[in-house]
């Protein structure tokens, strides 16, 4: 089982995304899922987290612009990003703490990535 993000693209500063990430096929349960972000030759960056309970953190850049959500059924974790900024461009990967199957371990699985740019 893998993670398949969905929703990047190009926006025009001030516009709207929404990023989606789900597994590739269905899982027995899941933990902490989120969003991380890297811009070449940087470190990667936490973006948004979401834990089982519904605790959300935010990186500080992006809070109060972009909110994180989950469906507790499919395992399944978006992004809604609001006011995009130039800064924002950026490769985005989910990942999720996983189990697969009730009777195999955790796995934290990550997304191939999905670009995001926004044009000035």
């Known amino acids: 089982v893998h993670l398949q993000e969905s929703g990047g693209g190009l926006v025009e500063t001030g516009g709207s995304l929404?990023?989606?990430?789900?597994?590739s096929k269905s899982v027995f349960g899941a933990n902490d899922m989120g969003w991380y972000r890297q811009v070449p030759g940087q470190e990667r960056e936490l973006v948004a987290s979401i834990t089982k309970d519904g605790d959300a953190k935010y990186g500080d850049s992006v809070k109060g612009r972009f909110t994180i959500s989950r469906d507790y059924f499919k395992h399944t974790v978006a992004l809604q990003m609001n006011s995009l900024q130039p800064e924002d461009t950026a490769i985005y990967y989910c990942y999720g703490d996983v189990i697969e199957h009730q009777w195999t371990g955790w796995d934290v699985l990550w997304g191939q990535g999905t670009q995001v740019k926004v044009s000035s």
């Open 18 to 23: 929404r990023l989606s990430c789900a597994p």
